[in-house]
């Protein structure tokens, strides 16, 4: 059963940093680009970036770039998002999700169950 | 960047009623579009993806369709189950974007 898993949410400061994890298991991992999506609370959703397959291509939304970055160790099957000088308005609850191949058109089939993020003094 | 306006924002319907939601996007982006269901307290759901093909396991009550700018969601027969936020995402070109959702509620 392919599942994604978040973790890594929490509260922090103003200006702190967090990185979330998404451990994927049921699939071949490296063979899929993968994104991170957010909601803040009763908003819609934000896809706030994602990465290829091999890792090598990385992909952000104006309102994260420069603040936050996208990896992923194939070796452990890992998806990773490292937040920096973080804001009130990154306070959401953050999905991983897979993107799907030509099956699905790259749409994102596969979601986690999310993790939150709260940013506050 | 491309934007994807939807509407409505709100929806107020009864079971049976034949629902549909429309996406617009700023510029065209082919059939690079897909739909999505969510509910309360939950991830997003898969629901059609290149404009009008139907994800696995969804029942054929959901359709899309529409191409370049305009698309749409048909739900031809609301049931009980489909009260939910519907979202649209286009997936033609970085950075991929979100409609602004569509939230169906029980009239």
């Known amino acids: 059963e392919v599942q994604l898993l978040e973790s890594g949410g929490g509260l922090v400061q103003p200006g702190g940093s967090l990185r979330l994890s998404c451990a994927a298991s049921?699939?071949?991992?490296?063979?899929?680009?993968m994104s991170w999506v957010r909601q803040a609370p009763g908003k819609g959703l934000e896809w706030v970036s994602a990465i290829s397959g091999s890792g090598g291509s990385t992909y952000y939304a104006d309102s994260v770039k420069g603040r936050f970055t996208i990896s992923r160790d194939n070796s452990k099957n890992t998806l990773y998002l490292q937040m920096n000088s973080l804001r009130a308005e990154d306070t959401a609850v953050y999905y991983c999700?897979?993107?799907?191949?030509?099956?699905?058109?790259?749409?994102?089939?596969?979601w986690g169950q999310g993790t939150m993020v709260t940013v506050s003094s | 960047d491309i934007q994807l306006t939807q509407s409505p924002s709100f929806l107020s319907a009864s079971v049976g009623d034949r629902v549909t939601i429309t996406c617009r996007a700023s510029q065209g982006i082919g059939s690079y579009l897909a739909w999505y269901q969510q509910k309360p307290g939950k991830a997003p759901k898969l629901l059609i993806y290149?404009?009008?093909t139907l994800q696995s396991g969804v029942p054929s009550r959901f359709s899309g369709s529409g191409s370049g700018t305009e698309f749409t969601l048909t739900i031809s027969s609301l049931q009980p189950e489909d009260f939910a936020t519907y979202y649209c995402q286009q997936l033609n070109s970085y950075p991929l974007t979100f409609g602004g959702g569509t939230k169906v509620e029980i009239k």
């Open positions: 999700a897979i993107k799907g191949g030509i099956a699905v058109a790259g749409s994102f089939d596969i």
């Open positions: 049921g699939f071949t991992f490296s063979s899929y680009a």
């Open positions: 290149a404009a009008s």
